[in-house]
């Protein structure tokens, strides 16, 4: 059985068997990806006490944050979780050149996403809505602008920009792109992981009899992603209503 | 214990692992569980040292109430280097990342832990991050505390502190990859036959230290990360001009660092519960209490961080709920405990070095909780938060409860792991001298916190001096007891007895293999059939010795 063979071959010299190798694997992963929640979640708790101890400077920063990039990397790395899904597949088929291909699209639609997150860092720059000592803010010229280009201002905004301390915005900022920050950070960090799976791909080290490497990258990704999704609609979204 | 693992003795003696590669490559380049586990004892031990040089120097210095022998400064730089260095580079690492990564996969009959390379990864990663805290002392050190509070650390410290934090960070990873490995290792590589509850306690104990890394070790990164982007990109996230709040700081640390007392005591609780039921020659009382006794503390240790926030501006319906909380943990430690008593009662207790080290823990650290009682009660807190009480309070905690459980493990364990024996007589002179000077360093501190010593400082009112004096002096012998141990610690890797396979008579799994063991740690993986206790029936290796050389099976 060639398969069996090729399936011995990969195993370690300290597992007994393939289906530890891969259990442990799994498992290793998992709980890795455990401690990465509790290390996102300091700054979730910071951002809930925040948020509800400022509602009026989220209502503020989250318009000063633009839905259409937002959404727009959204999609990009949804799209991303559904081509990293298919490459663990057609690994799993044994269809290496499909797999090499999904890695590629995986890639890109990461690198996408960095680059729309840097066209954002870089508005926000522009606009001195960095923290520190450069952060500034005016409120008053900030509704002026909504209502000089025909946006509707509603009262929750309205009243929102009228009273906000802007010290708090800057607050939210800081909050902003620690988060935002991290997550790239992990996205720089899977995109080189990617790198080297591609290149383990394309040399040939995966069949259908090993592949734990490619499993547990993707459930990595997907992992990058899904904070993402919860960090889109707490960036952007709910502070607007 | 084991039916197929009779290899010691029965077929020719295969290479240790100490004679498995002799070069400085084959050393930093394992990826063998027991040799990383050697890397690790080496470096804790430099780091011990620098640790106690430390409080050597502060306790000079708190001979005489007046400040002479060093600056405010320079003091409140020689304590946060005490702290840092002793905390994250000694104690969280010397059970888990030495007697864990040694112990665990012989104990459970595997080759090597799950993921060996993750796990030489991890001291490169423990000693990168201790080089930055290193260097941050060598540049001048950092003045925080431990504790890092902010908003002194993230905007007013004039000293060090971004090394500093981003080492602690650093370390942290170390001690998640030590946690990951262990976790993933007692889910999924346990020999044939041995079930959850014949696991030696040992392993249950880091098993709930491992859960309790991995969920609180990355809090207390991104709490460090937060102060990083705080000084280093002037973000705000606890600035109080922005609104921010320097308490949120407290309570992430503390999520972490409460829960951290427990990775520093679990471990040795679980070597006090192997070393007392081989010295009493009895079978641990209570064993699925004791085992998950050991995941309620896990559990709830997450649970009881406020309780170092009385005073700091929190609630006080919240410090009710987290004072009622910290008592919850004593029923888990209690039951520990009464459950060690009771396995000694009637056993055949002798008392050679490790098992005088368990008795060193009882004591001491049934006094380290008993005065945390006194602290998780709201209304004693605000007399004694900050004082000397505390100080000695978590010194008896730390020292008489982990550091004790580490000593009893190394002595325990040494012939295992070194192949020699260590001398007896002077073990146990040193065990003595150690609890001694232990407790004449800090009973006295009790003392004077309750009587209204402040903790970190380094001048004081007159009427202290009698006591600190006292605690100095316990410091010197303690300090003494330690350069003994280490002598003939030494000695013994040149000049120490040979091992046999099982000089304590045990039977537990690691003790049916050679020692040192093979690379590989068993010839043939085992069997198991028994649990670790089994002290009523003859272990495998002792039956096979005595067919060979009948006089010295026990040494």
């Given at each position: 059985m060639s398969s069996a063979s090729q399936a011995n071959e990969h195993v370690a010299h300290h597992f007994e068997s393939a289906e530890q190798q891969r259990q442990s694997a799994q498992l290793g992963m998992w709980a890795f990806l455990v401690t990465e929640v509790m290390f996102f979640s300091g700054l979730f708790a910071a951002y809930i006490i925040y948020r509800s101890l400022y509602p009026e400077a989220w209502t503020v920063g989250s318009h000063m944050l633009s839905i259409g990039l937002g959404g727009f990397n959204t999609i990009i790395l949804l799209c991303s979780s559904l081509t990293m899904a298919l490459a663990v597949h057609a690994a799993q088929t044994d269809k290496r050149g499909a797999s090499a291909r999904w890695i590629i699209l995986t890639i890109v639609l990461g690198l996408a996403f960095l680059g729309v997150k840097m066209v954002e860092y870089s508005a926000k720059i522009e606009h001195h809505l960095v923290p520190g000592a450069h952060f500034h803010l005016d409120p008053a010229q900030e509704l002026a602008n909504l209502q000089a280009a025909g946006v509707q201002v509603g009262d929750h905004l309205r009243h929102a920009m009228e009273t906000v301390n802007t010290a708090h915005v800057q607050l939210f900022f800081s909050l902003y792109f620690a988060i935002t920050g991290l997550h790239a950070l992990h996205m720089i960090i899977g995109i080189g992981v990617m790198i080297w799976l591609l290149k383990t791909t394309i040399e040939g080290r995966y069949s259908s009899a090993y592949i734990n490497p490619v499993e547990v990258s993707g459930l990595y990704w997907h992992f990058v992603d899904i904070v993402w999704i919860f960090l889109f609609p707490l960036l952007y979204l709910v502070g607007r209503h | 214990m084991s039916e197929a693992s009779t290899n010691a003795t029965a077929t020719a003696a295969p290479k240790s692992y100490l004679d498995d590669g002799s070069t400085i490559r084959s050393w930093l380049l394992t990826i063998d569980h027991k040799r990383i586990a050697i890397l690790y004892l080496i470096s804790i031990t430099i780091f011990f040292a620098l640790g106690a040089f430390a409080a050597a120097a502060f306790r000079l210095e708190l001979l005489t109430p007046q400040g002479d022998f060093l600056s405010a400064e320079t003091y409140n730089k020689f304590f946060t280097m005490h702290g840092i260095v002793m905390i994250f580079f000694f104690l969280l690492p010397s059970i888990p990342a030495v007697m864990g990564n040694f112990l665990i996969p012989i104990m459970i009959g595997a080759k090597d832990m799950a993921f060996p390379r993750l796990n030489l990864l991890s001291w490169y990663v423990f000693m990168a991050g201790a080089g930055l805290a290193i260097s941050a002392i060598i540049a001048g050190g950092v003045d925080t505390g431990w504790t890092f509070y902010t908003p002194y650390s993230s905007m007013y410290a004039n000293s060090h502190v971004i090394l500093a934090v981003t080492g602690a960070f650093i370390a942290g990873f170390s001690s998640i990859m030590t946690g990951l490995n262990i976790i993933v290792t007692v889910q999924k590589m346990r020999a044939p036959g041995l079930t959850w509850f014949r696991l030696p306690l040992f392993v249950w104990s880091m098993y709930a230290t491992s859960l309790v890394v991995l969920l609180g070790t990355p809090v207390v990164a991104i709490s460090l990360a937060m102060i990083f982007v705080e000084r280093f990109l002037g973000f705000g996230i606890f600035d109080p001009a922005l609104g921010g709040d320097p308490v949120l700081f407290q309570h992430i640390f503390w999520f972490y660092s409460h829960p951290a007392v427990y990775i520093m005591i679990l471990p040795s609780m679980g070597v006090i519960s192997e070393v007392i039921a081989c010295f009493s020659r009895r079978r641990v009382y209570g064993y699925t209490f004791v085992a998950f006794s050991s995941l309620a503390i896990a559990v709830i240790g997450f649970f009881v961080w406020g309780h170092h926030m009385f005073v700091s501006g929190q609630s006080a319906y919240a410090g009710v709920i987290f004072s009622f909380l910290t008592f919850f943990v004593a029923i888990p430690t209690a039951i520990k405990i009464i459950n060690w008593i009771m396995t000694m009662h009637k056993g055949s207790i002798s008392f050679d070095a490790p098992m005088l080290y368990a008795f060193g823990f009882l004591g001491l650290f049934l006094v380290g909780g008993l005065t945390g009682l006194f602290l998780s009660t709201m209304a004693t807190d605000v007399h004694l938060h900050d004082t000397y009480f505390v100080v000695s309070h978590f010194h008896y905690v730390m020292v008489g409860g982990g550091v004790m459980g580490f000593f009893a493990a190394l002595h325990y364990w040494w012939p295992k792991m070194m192949g020699r024996m260590y001398p007896e007589g002077w073990a146990k002179f040193a065990a003595i001298v150690i609890f001694i000077g232990f407790n004449l360093t800090f009973l006295p501190q009790f003392q004077m916190g309750y009587h209204g010593m402040p903790r970190r400082y380094h001048a004081y009112a007159p009427e202290f001096q009698i006591m600190h004096v006292m605690s100095t002096a316990g410091a010197s012998?303690?300090?003494?007891?330690?350069?003994?141990?280490?002598?003939?610690?030494?000695?013994?890797?040149?000049?120490?007895?040979?091992?046999?396979?099982?000089?304590?008579?045990?039977?537990?799994?690691?003790?049916?293999?050679?020692?040192?063991?093979?690379?590989?740690?068993?010839?043939?993986?085992?069997?198991?059939?028994?649990?670790?206790?089994?002290?009523?029936?003859?272990?495998?290796?002792?039956?096979?010795?005595?067919?060979?050389?009948?006089?010295?099976?026990?040494?």
């Open positions: - | 012998v303690m300090g003494a007891g330690y350069l003994t141990m280490f002598s003939y610690l030494i000695w013994s890797l040149f000049k120490g007895k040979k091992a046999s396979a099982n000089p304590w008579d045990s039977r537990g799994l690691e003790w049916e293999t050679a020692c040192p063991p093979p690379t590989h740690n068993f010839l043939e993986t085992p069997v198991v059939t028994q649990d670790a206790y089994s002290f009523d029936l003859p272990s495998v290796t002792c039956v096979l010795e005595k067919k060979d050389k009948p006089e010295e099976h026990r040494v």
